[in-house]
């Protein structure tokens, strides 16, 4: 292909992309739509959907570092740091799934529903954008987050490991400098009980979408880690070292949204200059393309628009809050849930749990506030929704379960 190597990149970028939001477009895959199952209905079949991605995003890894076509020790963001974030995994994650429900869906799920015709999931991501923007180009995280997070963080390699994903933390209790073999004993450990789990009920086995769905989102993740940091990603941040004006956001990386929609409003704002085209960026745009694409060929292209006030404040803060939550979590829920799931990142695991607990929360709340009506303050309902969270006792419970 005679194109220079980063117009290679970002267009193979793209173009993965592209399938990834057609295929989320079909299957109805959503990581806020799965927890809502689990919480509302009790059906885990699209949650065990989203693990089978991450499982086969994990294996591939796994067993492409085996294979020595890529090590993922140096990623954009940096998952296997041995910076340990934790206040930033917890609380990030936390704001992410509280907004990513009052919003609608996550940061993937928003560029599938443009892709579709939906008008407020633009003003979503516009709104994403300029906190996600904020967080990473001004000083808003220094002066609101930094001060207090920094000194709570852990410095692991204090503790002589050599960065914070399972395999290197097992190989630093054992006092061995082989993390890659640790890497691939718990990949293949957490794999196979996983699917064991996922597939023992019928309820995936019987659902080819959400199989399709679970199979394809891995690849694309797995794909993306291949084309960034295999042989043509090397080359690739190789060549640029030696150019006159470097691109921004070079690097070994995989599917994440969040800091995109940051990047989205300063290549705006940069009046679409080349050099601001990142690989996110592209990602982002493949992704409602793809949806797109699909909406016109099955003919389900819909113009939506805010019901009232309250729909249009409830997804305004939600983008508030997944713009400064994903930024915080270093990724939403396929850049923590599966990207960096699949390099074993200790904090994605950590960050993957709050989302997961902040939405439902969220979900719990809005349900009993629901039924009750002015009945329910917000106190009682929050307390009410950790007793039936099971993380607090069913003696303090508020509200009558429904």
């Known amino acids: 292909m005679d194109l220079e190597i980063t117009q290679q990149v970002l267009l193979y970028g793209f173009v993965i992309a592209v399938v990834l939001g057609a295929v989320v477009s079909k299957t109805n895959f959503c990581t806020m739509g799965s927890v809502s199952d689990w919480v509302n209905i009790g059906d885990t079949t699209r949650l065990k959907s989203w693990v089978l991605a991450m499982v086969v995003a994990l294996i591939g890894v796994t067993v492409l570092e085996m294979m ?39 940061a993937n799920k928003t560029l599938v529903r443009i892709g579709g015709g ?34 709570m963080s852990i410095d692991l390699s204090l503790y002589g490991f050599a960065g914070q994903d399972l395999g290197s933390l097992a190989a630093g209790v054992a006092g061995s400098e082989d993390a890659r073999s640790y890497r691939a004993y718990i990949a293949g450990g957490i794999s196979l009980v996983a699917l064991v789990v996922i597939f023992k009920s019928q309820g995936l086995r019987n659902s080819f979408n959400h199989i399709f769905a679970g199979l394809a989102v891995g690849f694309a993740v797995l794909a993306a880690w291949f084309v960034t940091a295999g042989p043509m990603g090397q080359l690739w941040q190789e060549e640029v070292e030696f150019m006159d004006e470097i691109p921004l956001g070079v690097g070994a990386q995989s599917f994440t949204f969040i800091n995109p929609m940051g990047e989205f409003l300063d290549f705006g704002l940069n009046a679409g200059d080349q050099l601001f085209l990142t690989f996110g960026l592209v990602a982002l745009f493949g992704v409602v393309v793809g949806a797109f694409i699909y909406a016109l060929v099955t003919r389900s292209f819909r113009i939506e628009w805010f019901l009232n006030m309250k729909d249009f404040i409830n997804h305004s803060i939600g983008a508030v809050l997944m713009g400064i939550g994903g930024v915080l979590a270093m990724g939403c829920t396929i850049g923590q849930g599966v990207t960096g799931i699949s390099v074993l990142a200790l904090g994605s695991f950590l960050a993957l749990f709050s989302i997961i607990l902040g939405s439902a929360m969220t979900m719990k709340i809005q349900f009993y506030k629901m039924v009750y009506e002015e009945d329910a303050t917000f106190f009682m309902a929050f307390i009410t929704a950790l007793v039936d969270l099971k993380l607090l006792p069913a003696s303090m419970r508020k509200l009558d379960a429904v």
């Open 68 to 106: 020595d076509v890529f090590v993922l020790d140096g990623t954009r963001p940096p998952y296997r740091t041995t910076g340990f974030a934790w206040p930033r995994y917890i609380l990030g994650g936390l704001l992410f799934g509280v907004g990513m429900t009052l919003a609608s869906g996550c």
């Open 118 to 151: 939906n008008i407020k999931s633009v003003f979503v991501l516009l709104i994403t954008g300029i906190f996600a923007y904020l967080m990473t180009k001004t000083d808003f995280y220094g002066m609101v987050f930094h001060s207090w997070m920094s000194p």
